[in-house]
């Protein structure tokens, strides 16, 4: 058995205890829209999309200028308040989903993460993630192109204060800052 680069690797590791929130959650679709390709499209698609059709069906129909303006500023507004409503149904929707495991402990080395919770544990592996972006409160892992695959550590639950910094270094020697 070869204990000692098993050693070597997990030598340096960040440990953070937390129950994720919804405004953990909001926060990681938030930077999930701004900060990736898919996200970006995503917001910006639908409420163009919208005030398009309204704009061609007001002037297929004939309309005056003045109607069509303002059919075209209350299509803008209708995708924007789609846009806004989709991302709080997903933080919701992902929140659903990971309260049932309640407080949550997480490891992270340069192999990857390790988190046990109250009814699941799961290991993950850098290669699943491509990408992280940190904001005040979190850290936001994603991974492939479309940003299929999103994990949240929060800042709060580090155990000592120097696991942010350690877990910043082991970000960001394994992944792209966003």
């Known amino acids: 058995m070869n204990t000692g680069g098993d050693q070597a690797q997990r030598t340096e590791q960040a440990a953070y205890v ?12 938030r930077v999930r829209a701004r ?16 005030a398009g059709l309204v704009l061609a069906f007001a002037l ?8 069509v303006v303002v059919a075209a500023v209350l299509g803008l507004g209708a995708g924007v ?15 659903a989903v990971w309260a049932p495991y309640g407080q949550c402990r997480t490891v992270v080395d340069d192999r990857g993460a390790v988190t046990t919770g ?9 290669k699943l993630f491509t990408h992280y972006a940190e ?14 695959c999103l994990a949240a550590v929060p800042k709060r639950g580090a155990e000592e204060p120097a696991d942010v910094d350690r877990l910043r270094a082991i970000l960001d020697r394994n992944l792209r800052r966003l």
């Open 18 to 29: 937390y129950g994720l929130t919804l405004a953990d959650l909001q926060g990681v679709v």
């Open 35 to 50: 900060r990736t390709g898919a996200g970006r499209a995503e917001t910006l698609l639908p409420p163009l999309a919208t």
């Open 60 to 67: 297929f129909r004939g309309l005056l200028p003045g109607v």
């Open 81 to 95: 308040l789609g846009v806004v409503r989709g991302r709080r149904g997903m933080a919701r929707r992902l929140h």
């Open 118 to 126: 109250e009814t699941m544990s799961y290991t993950v592996d850098w």
């Open 135 to 148: 904001t005040p409160d979190l850290f936001v892992l994603v991974g492939a192109p479309r940003a299929g």
